[in-house]
C-alpha cells in the first residue's frame, strides 16, 4: 500500500482547506485510516481517524467541530475536511493506515509524504 497526501496550503485564520489521500493497492475493509500532524518544533499528533468501510470516526479533541475525515472507496481516497483553521492547525499532515483503532502513530504501518499546512494569523 503506498499513500499520496495532497491539498496543504497557506490559508488565512478562519479558512477552509482539503486534504487528500490516495491509497494504492488494495485496501481491507478493516483498514483503519488517518491523519495524523507534526507542528514546527513539536512531536507528531493524532488528528483523525476512519474505518476505510465503516461510518466510525474519531478526533483529536482539538479538532472535533471544526475537522471531517471522510473516505471515498471507489476513489481509494480519505479526505481530511478543515475548517475554522486556527494557526495553531499549522503543521505537516500525514496520513496513514493501519489496521487497529489507535491515535498512537506507531500503530499505523503505512505512511504518506506529507502535506504542509500553513494558516497565517
Known amino acids: 500500500v503506498q499513500l499520496q497526501a495532497s491539498g496543504g496550503g497557506l490559508v488565512q485564520a478562519g479558512g477552509s482547506l482539503r486534504l487528500s489521500c490516495v491509497a494504492s493497492?488494495?485496501?481491507?475493509?478493516?483498514?483503519?485510516m488517518a491523519w495524523f500532524r507534526q507542528p514546527p518544533g513539536k512531536e507528531r499528533e493524532f488528528v483523525a481517524l476512519?474505518?476505510?468501510?465503516?461510518?466510525?470516526?474519531l478526533y483529536a479533541g482539538s479538532v472535533k467541530g471544526r475537522f471531517t475525515i471522510s473516505r471515498a472507496s471507489a476513489q481509494n481516497t480519505v479526505y481530511l475536511q478543515m475548517n475554522s483553521l486556527k494557526p495553531e492547525d499549522s503543521g505537516v499532515y500525514y496520513c496513514?493506515?493501519?489496521?487497529?483503532?489507535?491515535?498512537?502513530?506507531?500503530?499505523?504501518?503505512?505512511w504518506g509524504q506529507g502535506t504542509l499546512v500553513t494558516v497565517s494569523s
Open positions: 496513514a493506515r493501519g489496521i487497529q483503532w489507535s491515535i498512537q502513530g506507531d500503530e499505523y504501518n503505512y
Open positions: 476512519t474505518r476505510w468501510r465503516r461510518d466510525s470516526t
Open positions: 493497492g488494495r485496501l481491507y475493509s478493516s483498514a483503519v
